[in-house]
């Protein structure tokens, strides 16, 4: 935004208190300050092009930086661009809700579109996320489900086993004792009748009364 040119203002400093109509007055003109134009400023607003910041002690006509360089007209440079870049965001900002208070029926009900798609696709995320949720959720109670009916079916086989091993254990067992009293009645029954054999070689009741 070019702000218009200000012309010179003349001021009048009389000579004497009480002003004469013999004796004329002196006019002082005050001439405005005027700065080299490094950038346009309003050219670089209207294009929304970006705007280089400029080092007060090294300006762009120059190649050594000295601090005898330093101009008002780099720091003007740079107010102006401070200036420009309040003013598109000042716009930018002004832009958003422009539209649907103060903007045409066109642009309202455009405003009104944008927000009814913008929550279309709202609602169409949260769908597609609730549905990938759902999804993963159902992939996990599959997974649970299959590690539960393979740990139900992994304890199964183990008491199946187990019951084996301790039903054989049973038999060998059972068939250790059957032969270990078989052993042992044999035994004794050997014994007797070796007993009964010396008895009759060598008898203890010689006059017979123990019988």
């Not at 990938?132 to 997974?143: I, N, P, S």
């Not at 250790?176 to 029954?189: H, V």
Request: glycine fraction near 2%; charge should be positive; charged fraction near 30%.
């Amino acid at each position: 935004m070019r702000l218009p040119a200000i012309a010179p203002t003349p001021v009048c400093f009389p000579w004497d208190a009480a002003p004469t109509p013999v004796r004329p007055s002196r006019c002082l003109v005050v001439t405005p300050m005027t700065f080299p134009i490094i950038s346009d400023s309003a050219l670089m607003w209207r294009c929304n092009q970006s705007i280089p910041r400029l080092n007060p002690l090294h300006p762009p006509w120059v190649h050594k930086p000295t601090v005898s360089l330093e101009t008002p007209a780099v720091h003007h440079h740079n107010h102006q661009r401070t200036l420009i870049l309040q003013r598109r965001e000042h716009y930018k900002c002004h832009q958003v809700w422009r539209k649907p208070f103060y903007g045409t029926s066109s642009e309202r009900e455009e405003y009104r579109k944008e927000l009814r798609d913008h929550l279309k696709r709202q609602m169409e995320e949260k769908c597609a996320t609730l549905k990938l949720q759902l999804a993963g959720k159902v992939k996990e109670a599959e997974y649970v489900c299959e590690v539960d009916r393979l740990a139900l079916s992994g304890d199964r086989e183990q008491t199946i086993q187990h019951r084996k091993a301790m039903t054989a254990y049973r038999d060998e067992n059972k068939r250790l004792m059957e032969q270990s009293w078989r052993d042992r009645a044999l035994t004794r029954s050997q014994e007797a009748l070796k007993e009964r054999e010396l008895l009759c070689l060598n008898p203890i009741n010689w006059s017979g009364t123990l019988k």
